[in-house]
Protein backbone atom coordinates (compact mmCIF):
# COMPACT_ATOMS: atom_id res chain seq x y z
CA UNK A 1 0.00 0.00 0.00
CA UNK A 2 2.79 2.09 0.53
CA UNK A 3 4.85 1.95 -2.40
CA UNK A 4 1.27 2.17 -4.16
CA UNK A 5 0.32 5.71 -3.17
CA UNK A 6 3.81 6.98 -3.66
CA UNK A 7 3.49 6.37 -7.01
CA UNK A 8 -0.34 7.94 -7.17
CA UNK A 9 1.02 11.02 -5.29
CA UNK A 10 4.50 11.18 -7.90
CA UNK A 11 2.14 10.69 -10.89
CA UNK A 12 -0.70 12.63 -10.06
CA UNK A 13 1.33 15.97 -9.70
CA UNK A 14 2.26 16.53 -12.85
CA UNK A 15 -1.65 17.17 -14.77
CA UNK A 16 -2.59 18.23 -10.84
CA UNK A 17 -3.35 22.09 -11.24
CA UNK A 18 -2.00 22.95 -8.39
CA UNK A 19 1.41 20.75 -9.80
CA UNK A 20 1.77 22.68 -13.08
CA UNK A 21 2.10 26.45 -14.35
CA UNK A 22 -1.68 27.54 -15.79
CA UNK A 23 -1.57 27.80 -20.05
CA UNK A 24 -1.36 31.68 -20.97
CA UNK A 25 -1.69 33.66 -23.75
CA UNK A 26 1.50 34.50 -24.51
CA UNK A 27 1.65 38.24 -26.52
CA UNK A 28 5.50 38.08 -27.55
CA UNK A 29 6.59 35.18 -29.42
CA UNK A 30 8.12 33.13 -26.36
CA UNK A 31 5.05 30.48 -25.36
CA UNK A 32 2.71 31.94 -27.91
CA UNK A 33 0.15 29.27 -28.36
CA UNK A 34 -0.07 28.33 -32.23
CA UNK A 35 3.34 29.32 -32.41
CA UNK A 36 4.28 26.52 -29.88
CA UNK A 37 2.40 24.27 -31.97
CA UNK A 38 4.14 24.74 -34.83
CA UNK A 39 7.80 24.86 -33.66
CA UNK A 40 6.98 21.10 -31.90
CA UNK A 41 5.64 19.91 -34.91
CA UNK A 42 8.19 20.40 -36.76
CA UNK A 43 10.60 18.71 -34.76
CA UNK A 44 7.99 15.54 -34.08
CA UNK A 45 7.48 15.37 -37.76
CA UNK A 46 10.88 13.60 -38.08
CA UNK A 47 10.24 11.28 -35.89
CA UNK A 48 6.67 10.44 -37.49
CA UNK A 49 8.31 10.44 -40.83
CA UNK A 50 11.08 7.99 -39.99
CA UNK A 51 9.08 5.56 -39.09
CA UNK A 52 7.88 4.64 -42.35
CA UNK A 53 10.29 6.62 -44.91
CA UNK A 54 12.98 4.26 -44.80
CA UNK A 55 10.54 1.46 -45.92
CA UNK A 56 10.78 2.57 -49.15
CA UNK A 57 14.84 2.86 -49.00
CA UNK A 58 15.39 -0.61 -47.52
CA UNK A 59 15.53 -2.41 -50.75
CA UNK A 60 18.50 -0.06 -51.78
CA UNK A 61 20.36 -0.03 -48.51
CA UNK A 62 20.07 -3.86 -48.93
CA UNK A 63 21.77 -3.82 -52.37
CA UNK A 64 24.46 -0.81 -51.79
CA UNK A 65 25.36 -1.78 -48.60
CA UNK A 66 25.04 -5.81 -48.76
CA UNK A 67 23.21 -6.48 -46.09
CA UNK A 68 21.38 -9.56 -44.62
CA UNK A 69 17.59 -9.77 -44.69
CA UNK A 70 17.53 -9.79 -40.72
CA UNK A 71 19.79 -6.65 -41.26
CA UNK A 72 17.41 -4.97 -42.87
CA UNK A 73 14.79 -5.92 -40.88
CA UNK A 74 16.89 -4.44 -37.70
CA UNK A 75 17.19 -1.09 -39.21
CA UNK A 76 13.03 -1.37 -38.93
CA UNK A 77 13.43 -2.99 -35.44
CA UNK A 78 16.02 -0.87 -33.63
CA UNK A 79 14.27 2.47 -34.58
CA UNK A 80 10.99 0.98 -33.24
CA UNK A 81 12.14 -0.95 -30.49
CA UNK A 82 14.50 1.83 -28.90
CA UNK A 83 11.36 4.33 -28.86
CA UNK A 84 9.17 2.06 -27.56
CA UNK A 85 11.16 1.30 -24.47
CA UNK A 86 11.98 4.78 -23.46
CA UNK A 87 8.74 6.54 -24.47
CA UNK A 88 7.19 6.06 -20.59
CA UNK A 89 11.04 7.06 -19.13
CA UNK A 90 11.54 10.36 -21.17
CA UNK A 91 7.95 11.62 -20.14
CA UNK A 92 9.32 11.58 -17.12
CA UNK A 93 12.27 13.32 -17.85
CA UNK A 94 10.75 15.95 -18.96
CA UNK A 95 8.55 16.10 -16.54
CA UNK A 96 11.87 16.30 -13.98
CA UNK A 97 14.08 18.65 -16.05
CA UNK A 98 11.34 20.52 -17.83
CA UNK A 99 10.16 19.66 -21.53
CA UNK A 100 11.51 22.02 -23.22
CA UNK A 101 15.15 21.12 -22.51
CA UNK A 102 13.85 17.46 -23.13
CA UNK A 103 12.92 18.55 -26.21
CA UNK A 104 15.67 20.68 -27.54
CA UNK A 105 18.55 17.70 -26.72
CA UNK A 106 15.70 15.58 -28.69
CA UNK A 107 15.64 17.40 -31.85
CA UNK A 108 19.75 17.97 -31.91
CA UNK A 109 20.49 14.08 -30.82
CA UNK A 110 18.00 12.72 -34.02
CA UNK A 111 19.01 15.18 -36.12
CA UNK A 112 23.14 14.02 -35.35
CA UNK A 113 22.44 10.57 -35.88
CA UNK A 114 20.52 10.78 -38.94
CA UNK A 115 23.42 12.49 -40.24
CA UNK A 116 25.67 9.89 -38.88
CA UNK A 117 23.21 7.37 -40.80
CA UNK A 118 24.09 9.45 -44.14
CA UNK A 119 27.41 8.68 -43.76
CA UNK A 120 27.97 5.43 -42.44
CA UNK A 121 28.92 2.78 -45.42
CA UNK A 122 28.01 -0.15 -43.21
CA UNK A 123 24.60 -1.88 -42.46
CA UNK A 124 26.24 -2.32 -38.67
CA UNK A 125 26.63 1.89 -38.16
CA UNK A 126 23.32 2.10 -40.04
CA UNK A 127 21.50 -0.01 -37.72
CA UNK A 128 23.50 1.46 -34.47
CA UNK A 129 22.09 5.27 -34.69
CA UNK A 130 18.95 4.18 -35.84
CA UNK A 131 18.56 2.61 -32.64
CA UNK A 132 19.90 6.60 -31.48
CA UNK A 133 17.14 7.86 -33.43
CA UNK A 134 14.91 5.63 -31.80
CA UNK A 135 16.44 7.16 -28.15
CA UNK A 136 16.19 10.69 -29.38
CA UNK A 137 13.03 10.55 -31.07
CA UNK A 138 11.91 9.13 -27.67
CA UNK A 139 13.38 12.48 -25.61
CA UNK A 140 11.23 14.96 -27.89
CA UNK A 141 7.90 13.23 -28.79
CA UNK A 142 6.29 13.46 -24.92
CA UNK A 143 8.07 16.77 -24.09
CA UNK A 144 6.40 17.83 -27.29
CA UNK A 145 2.95 17.11 -26.00
CA UNK A 146 3.90 18.20 -22.06
CA UNK A 147 4.59 21.72 -24.02
CA UNK A 148 1.41 21.84 -25.66
CA UNK A 149 -0.32 21.33 -22.19
CA UNK A 150 0.93 23.84 -20.81
CA UNK A 151 1.24 26.42 -23.02
CA UNK A 152 -2.64 26.29 -24.47
CA UNK A 153 -5.20 27.00 -22.40
CA UNK A 154 -8.24 24.36 -21.52
CA UNK A 155 -10.79 25.68 -24.44
CA UNK A 156 -8.27 25.16 -27.29
CA UNK A 157 -6.42 22.45 -26.06
CA UNK A 158 -8.06 19.92 -28.14
CA UNK A 159 -8.06 22.11 -31.52
CA UNK A 160 -4.61 22.43 -30.92
CA UNK A 161 -4.39 18.48 -30.24
CA UNK A 162 -6.85 18.15 -33.88
CA UNK A 163 -3.75 19.96 -35.66
CA UNK A 164 -1.24 18.05 -34.31
CA UNK A 165 -2.86 14.64 -34.99
CA UNK A 166 -3.02 15.93 -38.23
CA UNK A 167 0.49 16.66 -38.89
CA UNK A 168 1.54 13.24 -36.95
CA UNK A 169 -0.85 11.07 -38.88
CA UNK A 170 0.23 13.52 -42.69
CA UNK A 171 3.68 12.76 -42.05
CA UNK A 172 3.27 8.91 -40.81
CA UNK A 173 1.29 8.49 -44.02
CA UNK A 174 3.83 10.79 -46.42
CA UNK A 175 6.80 8.61 -45.35
CA UNK A 176 6.57 6.22 -48.04
CA UNK A 177 6.18 9.03 -50.92
CA UNK A 178 8.83 10.94 -49.97
CA UNK A 179 11.33 8.38 -49.41
CA UNK A 180 10.48 7.52 -52.96
CA UNK A 181 10.79 10.56 -54.38
CA UNK A 182 14.71 11.30 -52.48
CA UNK A 183 16.07 7.55 -53.08
CA UNK A 184 15.24 7.92 -56.95
CA UNK A 185 16.32 11.22 -57.76
CA UNK A 186 19.10 11.65 -55.09
CA UNK A 187 20.21 8.79 -52.76
CA UNK A 188 19.00 6.41 -50.22
CA UNK A 189 21.47 8.39 -47.81
CA UNK A 190 18.87 11.30 -48.33
CA UNK A 191 16.54 9.77 -46.45
CA UNK A 192 18.17 10.41 -43.81
CA UNK A 193 20.47 13.95 -44.45
CA UNK A 194 16.82 15.67 -45.03
CA UNK A 195 16.45 15.51 -41.39
CA UNK A 196 19.29 17.60 -40.52
CA UNK A 197 17.78 21.02 -41.74
CA UNK A 198 14.94 20.46 -40.38
CA UNK A 199 16.41 19.88 -37.00
CA UNK A 200 18.17 23.07 -37.08
CA UNK A 201 15.31 25.10 -38.22
CA UNK A 202 13.32 23.37 -35.32
CA UNK A 203 16.03 23.70 -32.78
CA UNK A 204 15.92 27.47 -33.75
CA UNK A 205 12.35 27.91 -33.22
CA UNK A 206 12.16 26.22 -30.22
CA UNK A 207 15.02 28.40 -28.64
CA UNK A 208 13.06 31.40 -29.56
CA UNK A 209 9.54 30.44 -29.37
CA UNK A 210 9.31 27.67 -26.57
CA UNK A 211 8.71 28.12 -22.88
CA UNK A 212 10.19 26.25 -20.31
CA UNK A 213 7.29 24.76 -17.94
CA UNK A 214 8.63 22.83 -14.88
CA UNK A 215 5.99 20.39 -12.80
CA UNK A 216 6.27 21.06 -9.13
CA UNK A 217 6.37 17.91 -6.99
CA UNK A 218 8.11 16.24 -10.03
CA UNK A 219 9.67 12.54 -9.98
CA UNK A 220 12.96 12.66 -7.89
CA UNK A 221 13.77 9.17 -9.05
CA UNK A 222 13.97 6.54 -11.94
CA UNK A 223 12.92 3.34 -11.98
CA UNK A 224 16.49 2.00 -13.48
CA UNK A 225 15.47 -1.47 -13.06
CA UNK A 226 12.01 -1.60 -14.93
CA UNK A 227 13.95 0.20 -17.71
CA UNK A 228 16.63 -2.80 -17.57
CA UNK A 229 14.07 -5.57 -17.56
CA UNK A 230 11.86 -4.65 -20.03
CA UNK A 231 14.47 -3.32 -22.74
CA UNK A 232 15.86 -7.23 -22.12
CA UNK A 233 12.53 -8.67 -22.55
CA UNK A 234 11.99 -6.94 -26.15
CA UNK A 235 14.97 -7.50 -26.98
CA UNK A 236 15.08 -11.25 -26.44
CA UNK A 237 11.66 -11.98 -27.53
CA UNK A 238 12.35 -9.84 -30.93
CA UNK A 239 15.36 -11.20 -31.57
CA UNK A 240 14.45 -14.84 -30.84
CA UNK A 241 11.64 -14.19 -33.51
CA UNK A 242 14.43 -12.66 -36.07
CA UNK A 243 16.97 -15.65 -35.77
CA UNK A 244 14.24 -18.62 -35.46
CA UNK A 245 14.25 -19.31 -39.37
CA UNK A 246 17.98 -19.51 -39.04
CA UNK A 247 18.11 -21.40 -35.92
CA UNK A 248 15.06 -23.33 -35.95
CA UNK A 249 11.92 -23.16 -34.34
CA UNK A 250 12.18 -26.09 -32.42
CA UNK A 251 15.92 -25.25 -31.59
CA UNK A 252 17.33 -24.95 -28.17
CA UNK A 253 18.56 -21.09 -28.87
CA UNK A 254 15.43 -19.97 -29.91
CA UNK A 255 13.23 -20.93 -27.31
CA UNK A 256 16.21 -20.10 -24.69
CA UNK A 257 16.12 -16.27 -25.89
CA UNK A 258 12.31 -16.90 -26.00
CA UNK A 259 12.28 -18.45 -22.02
CA UNK A 260 14.53 -15.36 -21.13
CA UNK A 261 11.83 -13.06 -22.42
CA UNK A 262 8.94 -14.10 -20.57
CA UNK A 263 11.42 -14.37 -17.33
CA UNK A 264 12.23 -11.10 -18.14
CA UNK A 265 8.77 -10.18 -18.62
CA UNK A 266 7.72 -11.59 -15.55
CA UNK A 267 10.54 -9.63 -12.98
CA UNK A 268 9.42 -6.45 -14.65
CA UNK A 269 5.88 -7.41 -13.71
CA UNK A 270 6.94 -8.30 -10.63
CA UNK A 271 9.46 -5.06 -9.38
CA UNK A 272 6.39 -2.80 -10.62
CA UNK A 273 4.48 -3.87 -7.80
CA UNK A 274 7.53 -2.94 -5.21
CA UNK A 275 8.77 0.05 -7.08
CA UNK A 276 8.14 3.86 -5.44
CA UNK A 277 8.12 4.94 -9.07
CA UNK A 278 7.40 2.00 -11.46
CA UNK A 279 7.85 2.59 -14.93
CA UNK A 280 4.45 1.27 -15.98
CA UNK A 281 1.94 1.05 -12.80
CA UNK A 282 0.16 -1.87 -13.15
CA UNK A 283 -2.70 -0.84 -11.58
CA UNK A 284 -3.47 0.64 -15.23
CA UNK A 285 -4.17 -2.32 -16.21
CA UNK A 286 -7.35 -3.29 -13.96
CA UNK A 287 -9.29 -1.44 -15.82
CA UNK A 288 -10.69 -3.93 -19.29
CA UNK A 289 -10.94 -1.24 -22.06
CA UNK A 290 -7.68 -0.05 -21.48
CA UNK A 291 -6.24 -3.28 -21.21
CA UNK A 292 -7.82 -4.05 -24.46
CA UNK A 293 -7.30 -0.93 -26.01
CA UNK A 294 -3.50 -1.52 -25.41
CA UNK A 295 -3.43 -4.91 -26.85
CA UNK A 296 -5.40 -3.14 -29.78
CA UNK A 297 -2.57 -1.28 -30.59
CA UNK A 298 -0.07 -3.91 -30.75
CA UNK A 299 -2.39 -6.10 -32.82
CA UNK A 300 -3.27 -3.25 -35.51
CA UNK A 301 0.77 -2.81 -35.47
CA UNK A 302 1.65 -6.11 -36.33
CA UNK A 303 -0.66 -6.55 -39.22
CA UNK A 304 0.05 -2.51 -40.46
CA UNK A 305 3.85 -2.17 -40.26
CA UNK A 306 4.55 -6.28 -40.88
CA UNK A 307 2.23 -5.78 -44.04
CA UNK A 308 3.88 -2.91 -45.16
CA UNK A 309 7.58 -4.03 -45.32
CA UNK A 310 6.39 -6.28 -47.73
CA UNK A 311 4.90 -4.30 -49.80
CA UNK A 312 7.95 -2.24 -50.86
CA UNK A 313 10.10 -5.35 -51.97
CA UNK A 314 7.05 -6.70 -54.26
CA UNK A 315 7.07 -3.20 -55.86
CA UNK A 316 10.05 -2.58 -56.26
CA UNK A 317 11.67 -6.24 -57.21
CA UNK A 318 8.60 -7.65 -58.23
CA UNK A 319 6.77 -5.20 -60.58
CA UNK A 320 10.11 -3.30 -61.16
CA UNK A 321 8.96 -0.17 -59.99
CA UNK A 322 11.16 2.80 -59.18
CA UNK A 323 10.96 3.96 -55.54
CA UNK A 324 9.24 7.15 -56.38
CA UNK A 325 6.50 4.65 -58.37
CA UNK A 326 5.86 2.43 -55.41
CA UNK A 327 5.66 5.25 -53.34
CA UNK A 328 2.82 7.16 -55.80
CA UNK A 329 1.43 3.13 -55.68
CA UNK A 330 1.05 3.45 -51.99
CA UNK A 331 -0.71 6.93 -52.15
CA UNK A 332 -4.34 5.09 -51.35
CA UNK A 333 -3.19 3.83 -48.30
CA UNK A 334 -1.56 7.00 -47.07
CA UNK A 335 -4.59 9.17 -48.51
CA UNK A 336 -7.03 7.16 -47.11
CA UNK A 337 -5.82 7.39 -44.10
CA UNK A 338 -5.17 11.17 -43.80
CA UNK A 339 -9.30 11.49 -45.10
CA UNK A 340 -10.25 8.73 -43.11
CA UNK A 341 -9.20 10.01 -39.61
CA UNK A 342 -11.64 12.91 -39.06
CA UNK A 343 -14.23 10.89 -40.09
CA UNK A 344 -13.74 8.39 -37.37
CA UNK A 345 -13.24 11.11 -34.88
CA UNK A 346 -16.76 12.44 -35.92
CA UNK A 347 -17.70 8.52 -35.72
CA UNK A 348 -16.03 7.86 -32.57
CA UNK A 349 -17.40 11.39 -30.80
CA UNK A 350 -21.13 10.08 -32.11
CA UNK A 351 -21.40 6.66 -31.62
CA UNK A 352 -18.14 5.75 -28.85
CA UNK A 353 -14.96 3.89 -29.84
CA UNK A 354 -16.36 -0.20 -30.23
CA UNK A 355 -18.46 0.14 -33.34
CA UNK A 356 -15.70 2.27 -35.10
CA UNK A 357 -12.79 0.05 -33.75
CA UNK A 358 -14.12 -3.26 -34.44
CA UNK A 359 -15.47 -2.22 -38.02
CA UNK A 360 -11.79 -0.84 -38.48
CA UNK A 361 -10.20 -3.94 -37.77
CA UNK A 362 -12.30 -6.12 -39.99
CA UNK A 363 -11.57 -3.54 -42.98
CA UNK A 364 -8.24 -3.90 -42.10
CA UNK A 365 -8.49 -7.86 -41.94
CA UNK A 366 -10.38 -7.73 -45.41
CA UNK A 367 -7.33 -5.65 -46.98
CA UNK A 368 -4.55 -7.87 -45.68
CA UNK A 369 -6.70 -11.03 -47.17
CA UNK A 370 -6.61 -9.34 -50.19
CA UNK A 371 -3.02 -8.30 -50.21
CA UNK A 372 -2.46 -12.34 -49.78
CA UNK A 373 -4.32 -12.50 -53.27
CA UNK A 374 -1.71 -10.04 -54.91
CA UNK A 375 0.09 -11.91 -57.66
CA UNK A 376 3.32 -11.02 -60.20
CA UNK A 377 1.01 -9.40 -62.59
CA UNK A 378 -1.53 -8.02 -60.23
CA UNK A 379 -2.72 -4.63 -62.16
CA UNK A 380 -2.50 -1.25 -60.15
CA UNK A 381 -6.12 -1.05 -59.95
CA UNK A 382 -6.64 -4.21 -57.81
CA UNK A 383 -3.54 -3.04 -55.35
CA UNK A 384 -4.79 0.69 -55.09
CA UNK A 385 -8.51 -0.99 -54.12
CA UNK A 386 -6.30 -3.31 -51.17
CA UNK A 387 -4.43 -0.34 -50.59
CA UNK A 388 -7.38 2.02 -49.50
CA UNK A 389 -8.93 -0.37 -47.56
CA UNK A 390 -6.25 -0.72 -45.48
CA UNK A 391 -5.73 2.72 -45.24
CA UNK A 392 -9.74 3.27 -44.28
CA UNK A 393 -9.47 0.57 -41.76
CA UNK A 394 -6.24 1.71 -39.67
CA UNK A 395 -7.78 5.60 -39.63
CA UNK A 396 -10.55 4.22 -36.59
CA UNK A 397 -7.95 2.45 -34.66
CA UNK A 398 -5.75 5.39 -34.84
CA UNK A 399 -7.84 8.11 -33.66
CA UNK A 400 -9.89 5.62 -31.32
CA UNK A 401 -7.06 4.90 -29.02
CA UNK A 402 -6.59 8.35 -27.10
CA UNK A 403 -10.16 7.45 -25.84
CA UNK A 404 -9.82 4.07 -25.18
CA UNK A 405 -6.70 4.30 -23.61
CA UNK A 406 -6.17 7.56 -22.16
CA UNK A 407 -10.00 7.88 -21.31
CA UNK A 408 -9.88 4.94 -19.15
CA UNK A 409 -6.71 5.68 -17.24
CA UNK A 410 -7.06 7.80 -14.28
CA UNK A 411 -6.51 11.38 -14.81
CA UNK A 412 -3.33 11.77 -12.38
CA UNK A 413 -1.92 8.56 -15.03
CA UNK A 414 -3.08 9.84 -18.24
CA UNK A 415 0.73 11.00 -19.76
CA UNK A 416 1.55 7.58 -18.45
CA UNK A 417 -1.51 6.25 -20.25
CA UNK A 418 -0.37 8.38 -23.22
CA UNK A 419 3.40 6.87 -23.68
CA UNK A 420 1.71 3.27 -22.84
CA UNK A 421 -0.24 3.99 -26.08
CA UNK A 422 2.60 4.30 -28.50
CA UNK A 423 5.02 2.17 -26.91
CA UNK A 424 2.04 -0.54 -28.01
CA UNK A 425 2.02 0.53 -31.43
CA UNK A 426 6.23 1.13 -31.68
CA UNK A 427 6.27 -2.75 -30.30
CA UNK A 428 3.44 -4.13 -32.43
CA UNK A 429 5.19 -2.36 -35.68
CA UNK A 430 9.03 -4.40 -34.32
CA UNK A 431 6.93 -7.54 -33.82
CA UNK A 432 5.40 -7.37 -36.86
CA UNK A 433 8.20 -6.52 -38.75
CA UNK A 434 9.97 -9.54 -36.80
CA UNK A 435 6.88 -12.17 -37.25
CA UNK A 436 5.99 -12.15 -40.60
CA UNK A 437 9.33 -11.69 -41.61
CA UNK A 438 10.25 -14.91 -39.79
CA UNK A 439 6.77 -16.57 -42.08
CA UNK A 440 8.27 -15.28 -45.47
CA UNK A 441 11.81 -16.80 -44.61
CA UNK A 442 10.39 -20.12 -43.41
CA UNK A 443 7.98 -20.41 -46.55
CA UNK A 444 11.08 -19.76 -48.74
CA UNK A 445 13.08 -22.04 -47.02
CA UNK A 446 10.72 -25.06 -47.52
CA UNK A 447 9.47 -24.25 -51.11
CA UNK A 448 12.36 -23.10 -52.86
CA UNK A 449 14.10 -26.24 -53.62
CA UNK A 450 10.89 -27.96 -54.93
CA UNK A 451 9.88 -25.09 -57.01
CA UNK A 452 13.66 -24.86 -58.55
CA UNK A 453 13.20 -28.30 -59.66
CA UNK A 454 9.51 -28.60 -60.71
CA UNK A 455 10.66 -25.87 -63.56
CA UNK A 456 13.58 -28.03 -64.22
CA UNK A 457 16.50 -25.85 -63.52
CA UNK A 458 19.57 -27.42 -62.31
CA UNK A 459 19.82 -27.98 -58.09
CA UNK A 460 21.54 -25.35 -56.36
CA UNK A 461 24.59 -25.97 -54.50
CA UNK A 462 24.07 -26.61 -51.30
CA UNK A 463 26.48 -24.03 -50.11
CA UNK A 464 24.65 -21.15 -52.56
CA UNK A 465 21.25 -22.46 -51.42
CA UNK A 466 20.81 -20.00 -47.72
CA UNK A 467 21.91 -17.01 -50.36
CA UNK A 468 19.90 -17.91 -53.30
CA UNK A 469 16.98 -17.99 -50.44
CA UNK A 470 17.95 -14.65 -49.02
CA UNK A 471 17.46 -12.76 -52.29
CA UNK A 472 14.25 -14.44 -52.77
CA UNK A 473 12.66 -13.17 -49.37
CA UNK A 474 13.20 -9.83 -50.60
CA UNK A 475 11.65 -10.61 -54.10
CA UNK A 476 14.77 -10.34 -55.88
CA UNK A 477 15.69 -13.20 -58.80
CA UNK A 478 19.42 -15.02 -57.82
CA UNK A 479 20.65 -15.10 -61.52
CA UNK A 480 24.41 -15.95 -62.13
CA UNK A 481 26.36 -13.55 -64.28
CA UNK A 482 26.30 -14.55 -67.22
CA UNK A 483 23.30 -16.80 -67.94
CA UNK A 484 21.69 -17.47 -70.81
CA UNK A 485 18.67 -15.32 -71.13
CA UNK A 486 15.63 -18.10 -71.24
CA UNK A 487 17.15 -19.78 -68.23
CA UNK A 488 17.86 -16.40 -66.34
CA UNK A 489 13.92 -16.07 -67.46
CA UNK A 490 12.68 -19.33 -65.11
CA UNK A 491 15.20 -18.19 -62.33
CA UNK A 492 13.29 -14.55 -61.71
CA UNK A 493 9.52 -16.30 -62.17
CA UNK A 494 10.39 -19.43 -59.73
CA UNK A 495 12.41 -16.29 -57.73
CA UNK A 496 9.10 -14.35 -57.60
CA UNK A 497 6.65 -17.12 -57.42
CA UNK A 498 8.16 -18.12 -54.39
CA UNK A 499 8.41 -14.77 -52.47
CA UNK A 500 4.91 -15.03 -53.40
CA UNK A 501 3.69 -17.23 -51.23
CA UNK A 502 5.86 -16.31 -48.93
CA UNK A 503 4.03 -13.08 -48.67
CA UNK A 504 0.31 -14.33 -49.32
CA UNK A 505 1.13 -16.47 -45.52
CA UNK A 506 2.23 -13.63 -43.84
CA UNK A 507 -0.36 -11.44 -45.22
CA UNK A 508 -3.31 -13.70 -44.26
CA UNK A 509 -1.22 -14.47 -41.14
CA UNK A 510 -1.68 -10.57 -40.79
CA UNK A 511 -5.25 -11.08 -41.42
CA UNK A 512 -5.69 -13.74 -38.62
CA UNK A 513 -4.13 -11.07 -36.20
CA UNK A 514 -6.51 -8.29 -37.24
CA UNK A 515 -9.68 -10.70 -37.58
CA UNK A 516 -9.09 -11.44 -33.80
CA UNK A 517 -8.55 -7.77 -33.24
CA UNK A 518 -12.08 -7.27 -33.43
CA UNK A 519 -12.87 -9.05 -30.42
CA UNK A 520 -10.71 -7.44 -28.84
CA UNK A 521 -12.10 -3.90 -29.75
CA UNK A 522 -15.22 -5.32 -28.80
CA UNK A 523 -14.08 -4.76 -25.06
CA UNK A 524 -13.47 -1.23 -25.35
CA UNK A 525 -15.26 1.39 -24.57
CA UNK A 526 -15.36 5.05 -23.55
CA UNK A 527 -13.75 6.23 -20.38
CA UNK A 528 -15.22 8.88 -18.19
CA UNK A 529 -11.68 10.98 -18.87
CA UNK A 530 -11.87 11.01 -22.84
CA UNK A 531 -12.30 14.30 -23.04
CA UNK A 532 -9.57 15.93 -20.82
CA UNK A 533 -7.76 13.18 -21.73
CA UNK A 534 -7.77 13.30 -25.47
CA UNK A 535 -4.49 14.94 -25.84
CA UNK A 536 -2.52 12.28 -25.15
CA UNK A 537 -3.27 9.54 -27.15
CA UNK A 538 -1.73 11.19 -30.73
CA UNK A 539 1.48 11.29 -29.60
Known sequence: ????????????????PASTSEPTTAKGLR??????????????????????????????????LGATWQQIQWITNGYFLALAVTLITAGKLGDRFGHRQTFLIGVVGFAVASGAIGF?????????????????????????????????PAEKLNMAIGIWGMVIGASTAGGPILGGVLVEHVSWQSVFFINVPVGIIAVVLGVVILKDHRAKNAPRSFDVLGIALLSVAMFSLVWAVIKAPEWGWGSTSTWAWIGGSLVAFALFAFWQTRAKEPLVPLQLFRSVPLSAGVVLM???????????????????????????????????????????????????????????????????????????????????????????????????????????????????????????????????????????????????????AGNWADAGLPPIPEAQLGQAAEAVQSGAAPVPPNTPPEIAAKITDVAHDTFMSGMSLASLTAAGVAAFAILVALLTKRGANAEAGAGVGHI
Open 298 to 448: VLMAIAFMGGLFFVTFYLQNVHGMSPVDSGLHLLPLTGMMIVGSPLAGAMITKVGPRIPLAGGMAVTALAMYGMSTLETDTSSLTMSIWFALLGLGLAPVMVGATEVIVGNAPMELSGVAGGLQQAAMQIGGSLGTAVLGAIMASKVDSSL
Open 1 to 16: MTSQTTVDKADKAPDS
Open 120 to 152: SNSVGFVVAFRVLQGLFGALLMPAALGLLRATF
Open 31 to 64: GHPWLTLFAVAIGVMMVALDGTIVAIANPVIKSD
